[in-house]
Each structure stands twice: as C-alpha cells, then as structure tokens.
C-alpha cells in the first residue's frame, strides 16, 4: 500500500497569505503528527491527533496556525498571514496507536518570500 | 520537555564506533530512535519500552535506563551508509503516543 503522501511537495508563497498543507496518512493509522523542520535544525512538534481524541496542540507555535483531520483521516495544517519565519519543511508521519513506527511523508517545503 | 541529544555532530572513519546519547528530564515510556538522511524522510531504526529489552537493528542497537531517563545508541563497525542525521524520540507514559524528538545529532562516516 502507499505510504504517507504530502501536497503540495513545494509551496512558494507571498508573506500573508495563508497556505494549507495537506497529509494523507497511512489508512487505518490512528496516529497522526506534524512536525516542522527548519533548514539543519531538528523536528520541532507542532500537533498531535490520536483517533477521536482531542488533539495536542501544544507544539503550535502562535494562533496563526491551525489543523484538523477529517472523518480521522487526512489532515490538514493551516498557516494564516504567513511569515518568513514560516519558511520550513513541514512533515506529516502517521502510526497504528502508540507505534511501534511512525511513518513520515517526504514532507511539504514551504518558503515564505 | 523535549530529550537533549549529545553530541550535536561526530565524524568518524569506516569500521569505527559511535555512541549517541539522549536524555530526559522526565520519566518515560518509551524511546524512539529515527534516521535521516540528506533530503529525505526520518525512517524509523527502533524502539525502546520502559521495562523492555534492548532491542537491535543490523549493527545498530540501543539501551534505554529507565532509573537515568536516558538512551544510548551504538553504531558499530560504522559503514558509509550509517551517515545521516539521528533523532531520539521521547514519550512520556502520560501522553498516549504523542513522540517529541531530540534536536538530532549529525554523523558523518568517512572511506
């Protein structure tokens, strides 16, 4: 089957403009995070959804930011009046509860010019 | 909360050893450790459990002491391939899955 897919796989855009990221996990994971990584720097979490929990938000770093995953499935990550601070690689993994193996997508690169 | 890794960066000759460390400051339930490779995915190398063995992958294996909150990974016999960046992943037993990474530590295996 497929693993985890990122759309769009580049993402140019102007500083304030909103953007969507879009994740599609694997099927049947429950488990669902975004991470972002900054150029040479670590994944630095950002939200956290776990089947029909509430999600853990407490990664996302102002109000600017949003997700949400659909009918538990795919996920969506929303950046509002987007910075160029924003400017990163943004990737989705996916795992059956608590793991063992979170599976990541290739990722999503956003550049904010 | 996210695990401290050491050292930040290691280069090392073909058929030498590693260690990569990763500490915590809370207790946990488990560590995870990731591999990433230039432009590409973290892939997933193993996981460690709270109360669980050590757990190998090829060379590359791993201990977790639960009393210390701390993991190391050995890499031995280090082969070309082995280059990449390294995370640790941490949960902690609250929070049900959720994994925070260490800052990643870099390794670079030379011919």
């Known amino acids: 089957g497929a693993g985890v897919s990122q759309s769009p796989s580049n993402k140019v855009t102007e500083k304030g403009k909103d953007v969507e990221l879009r994740c599609d996990p694997i099927?049947?994971?429950?488990?669902l995070y975004w991470y972002r990584q900054s150029l040479g720097q670590g994944l630095e979490f950002l939200i956290y959804?776990?089947?029909?929990?509430?999600?853990?938000k407490s990664g996302l770093p102002s109000d600017r930011f949003s997700a949400e995953r659909t009918g538990g499935s795919v996920s969506t990550l929303t950046i509002q009046r987007t910075q160029q601070e924003d400017s990163a690689v943004y990737l989705c993994a996916s795992s059956p509860y608590r793991g063992p193996e979170a599976f990541f997508g290739q990722g999503t690169r956003l550049t904010v010019v | 909360q996210q695990p401290v890794q050491s050292p930040q960066a290691v280069i090392l000759r073909e058929g030498e050893d590693a260690v990569i460390n990763c500490s915590s400051s809370?207790?946990?339930?488990?560590v995870h450790w990731y591999r990433q490779k230039h432009g590409e995915a973290p892939v997933f190398l193993m996981i460690l459990l709270k109360g669980g063995e050590q757990k190998g992958h090829d060379k590359i294996s791993a201990s977790f002491n639960e009393k210390k909150q701390q993991s190391s990974l050995y890499l031995t016999a280090s082969q070309l391939s082995y280059s990449g960046t390294y995370f640790c992943?941490?949960?902690?037993?609250?929070?049900?899955?959720?994994?925070?990474f260490g800052q990643g530590t870099t390794l670079q295996v030379k011919p």
């Open positions: 099927s049947g994971h429950t488990a």
């Open positions: 809370k207790a946990l339930y488990s």
């Open positions: 992943g941490t949960e902690l037993p609250s929070n049900t899955g959720k994994l925070i």
């Open positions: 959804f776990q089947g029909n929990s509430a999600p853990d």
